[in-house]
């Protein structure tokens, strides 16, 4: 969404939360946000790889941001080029930057003159958030506009799934499968990955559908839904109506469908004072399942296991892949998409 000249990323609304300055950045809309289970209304309202994005012609400009919740991590990039990092919490924090021409703050002139590489963004600001629910509380500066389509990929990437696709257990939001897919495909990413609470509800499955701004997604479904109890058929059920509501409106798009990754559940574990009515391996085939009879041929399958398939990939609760995890998650993922993507229009 644009607003006030600048373009907010992975925002849908911006809300007003009684108690608190400023708008909540927000992922859905609070339409959708009401339909979801009384966990997830709570999750959903994290922000998760949420980026303010601007190009800035003349003078100066100042984001003010609180973080509600918890401690929030804000990256700064320029392009595709990490300035600085900081954190944020419910003290108003003010993010300065200043147009300086060519050198914006860099031991060289700019990235984009000579022959350094733009494979993905343009010269312009981005200001990633990812932690909690944070709210803007200003936004300063003459010069700002929003990037023009060129300046950013040409493609969208769509995630949506539970902590480990929101990136839990990550040591950096850049860090996380969904980024680091993208990365890699040269895609722009937008996460709506819900801690502890993807139960597959057909509100966000149909605001996925009713969403024309994606070009290929991923359902990472659901280790939520095994470790609170929901039986595999039960499961499968809720899964393939999320599927079919979301392909059927988009048939010319690759849906991949992620099952389990491994966790302590493999070792018949459960989470404490939680009761496991399946098995993992009982959801990895429910999911194989429901992604071969759908119908809809975009729709394909990604086995978790052969995503991730070194345990010291997870962090110590052996459920959230770690930072190393991550990233032969998001490697192996990438080339799984890479030859379903489409071609770019110009």
Known sequence: MIHKQVELHNVEELVRVEGRPGLLMQRVPETVRAGLLEKGRDQIR?????????????????????SFGGVSQV????????????????????????????????QFRSPWSEKVPRPSFGPIWRI????????????????????????????????YGTSITFGIAASSPEVTYVAQTAWRLGLDALNLGMPGSAHCEQAIAKHIAARDDWDIATLCISVNMLNQGIPAD??????????????????GKPLVCIGLFPSYADLGWTWPEREVRSTS???????????????FPQVRYANG???????????????????????QIGERLASVMRPLLPTPKK
Do not use: N
């Open 305 to 327: 296991g052969e995503l991730l398939d070194d345990w010291r990939g997870l962090s110590h609760d052996l459920l959230h892949p770690a930072s190393s995890g991550m990233i």
């Open 234 to 251: 039960r499961f499968a059920d809720q899964a393939a109506a999320m599927i079919r509501t979301i392909a059927a409106a988009h048939p």
């Open 128 to 159: 990633l958030v990812h932690g909690h629910e944070v709210h803007l509380l200003g936004l300063e500066g003459e010069g700002l506009r929003p990037p023009a389509p060129h300046e950013q990929p040409a493609l969208r990437y769509l995630a």
């Open 46 to 66: 994290r922000a998760a790889l949420l980026e303010i994005r601007f190009g800035l012609e003349t003078g100066s400009a100042a984001i003010t941001l609180a």
């Open 75 to 106: 990256k700064v990039f320029y392009g595709d080029y990490e300035v600085e990092s900081r954190q944020i919490g419910e003290t108003p924090t003010t993010i300065e930057i200043a147009d300086v021409g060519l050198e914006p703050g860099f």
């Open 281 to 295: 391996g009982e959801y990895r085939a429910a999911l194989w399942d429901v992604v071969q009879r759908c119908g």
